[in-house]
């Protein structure tokens, strides 16, 4: 078996796409998320077809949540993450994030690493729900894979981190990678994140500002890279955000090692 076994969670399911045309389709739900809902500014090529993509969708695998009342394939797709095990970057040639970071840290001392990004869901299934089956595939893929670190850019909505100067300077005093996993943001696109001294931070207004799926990443004992990058294309300031998988609660450790024995 090349990936888990698909979970469910009443009539929703998330499993990893098994063909070209659900890869298309999430490509076609990130375009409706990041370019026309998020104002991302879209290629000639991507507006031409309405989907997000680039050089590494090929080599990813892509998670999708399905709604099978809409349908099996496809058309029921509603959530999507892609991810990218050290293997699939070394045939990309990289992974996406060395794009904005110095990840060499991380390729020394992080052990079997996946990468996760690209993560969206349709705007009338933003729940709980749908972001807690989403943590359980991603559960179910690191299992599966043995995976020791997860990693990627988590972004802010917005191009000017004065504007963010809560959450990143949250973030920078409250959750830095300790330096021997540590990334830097690339010296010509380094935002600094320390912009504001830790006692001047109200730390749960802070954390109240950033998105759920950052805040999921801080339950699982995440921490972030050194400095901020702006997106300009996609309209955020991204930051990248590091999970070691042995801080993933035990509940979830005990839960999804026993889903996966049972379905293999």
């Known amino acids: 078996m090349t990936s888990f076994a698909p979970l469910t969670a009443g ?68 959530g999507t993450y892609r991810l990218t095990r050290q293997e699939q970057a070394d045939k990309a040639g990289r992974f996406y994030t060395s794009d904005e970071y110095d990840i060499a840290p991380l390729l020394k001392n992080g052990g079997n690493l996946m990468e996760l990004g690209r993560s969206c869901v349709d705007a009338a299934y933003r729940s709980k729900s749908t972001m807690q089956l989403l943590w359980r595939g991603i559960a179910a893929y690191v299992f599966h894979h043995n995976i020791d670190l997860m990693f990627g850019c988590a972004s802010l909505h917005g191009t000017d981190p004065k504007d963010l100067a809560v959450p990143l300077s949250y973030l920078h005093h409250n959750h830095m990678a300790p330096e021997e996993l540590r990334p830097k943001a690339l010296p010509e696109r380094y935002a600094p994140m320390n912009l504001m001294p830790a006692d001047q931070i109200d730390a749960r207004r802070a954390l109240a500002s950033l998105p759920p799926l950052f805040k999921g990443y801080l339950r699982l004992g995440g921490f972030v890279g050194d400095g901020a990058v702006v997106d300009h294309q996609f309209n955020t300031t991204d930051v990248c955000i590091m999970v070691k998988t042995d801080l993933v609660s035990e509940k979830y450790y005990r839960h999804y090692d026993r889903t996966a024995r049972e379905q293999d």
Not at 11 to 26: G, L, M, N, Q, Y
Not at 29 to 39: C, Q
Not at 48 to 77: M, N, Q, S, W
């Open 11 to 78: 009539d929703h399911e998330i499993r990893v796409a098994t063909d070209d045309a659900e890869v298309k389709a999430s490509q076609a739900l990130r375009y409706r998320v990041f370019y026309e809902e998020l104002g991302a500014k879209p290629t000639p090529e991507m507006a031409e077809v309405k989907r997000d993509f680039d050089e590494f969708d090929a080599y990813c695998d892509h998670l999708l949540v399905i709604d099978r009342t809409r349908g099996t394939g496809p058309e029921g797709i509603i």
